[in-house]
């Protein structure tokens, strides 16, 4: 313990940033265990596309999108979820809502804004639209 002490008189820098990374990492770790909002994988996605009629929303940039996506995705930019234009994906509350991003990271803040708007099961692609292009599933590029 002596050790640990002299250790953090002589790197308070250090120690103070090991802590904040801690303490970030444990809301981090929190917030997900109760957030309505979930990543799923691959194969779950698959499943809810194929099984329960799940609807898929890339919100890439338009360019994005024509490049390559997911087979019937609707191209809804974050900035129209932020705002509350749903577009045609408002009739489609009470299906799975997948929503798709780069690579699974911005999508959360889009999903956490459709759930709180009323859409009933809504989650994220972990990974993004590079995660599923990674296991060579199928993208429709065009459009």
Do not use: Y
């Not at 360019?63 to 979820?81: E, P, V």
């Not at 799975?96 to 009323?118: D, K, R, W």
């Amino acid at each position: 313990m002596q050790e640990f002490m002299q250790f953090a008189s002589n790197h308070p820098i250090l120690c103070l940033a090991w802590v904040v990374l801690l303490v970030l990492v444990i809301m981090t770790t929190f917030k997900g265990m109760f957030s309505k909002v979930k990543a799923i994988s691959r194969g779950e996605a698959t499943r809810l596309i194929n099984k329960e009629d799940a609807v898929v929303v890339d919100i890439r940039s338009r360019d994005d999108f024509r490049k390559g996506h997911i087979s019937g995705a609707h191209n809804i930019l974050a900035a129209d979820i932020k705002k509350g234009t749903f577009g045609e994906l408002e009739k489609h509350k009470a299906q799975p809502i997948i929503v798709v991003c780069a690579t699974g990271n911005s999508a959360f803040e889009s999903a956490a804004q459709l759930n709180a708007a009323g859409f009933e099961h809504v989650s994220v692609l972990k990974d993004g639209v590079a995660g599923w292009s990674s296991e060579n599933l199928p993208l429709v590029r065009g459009k």
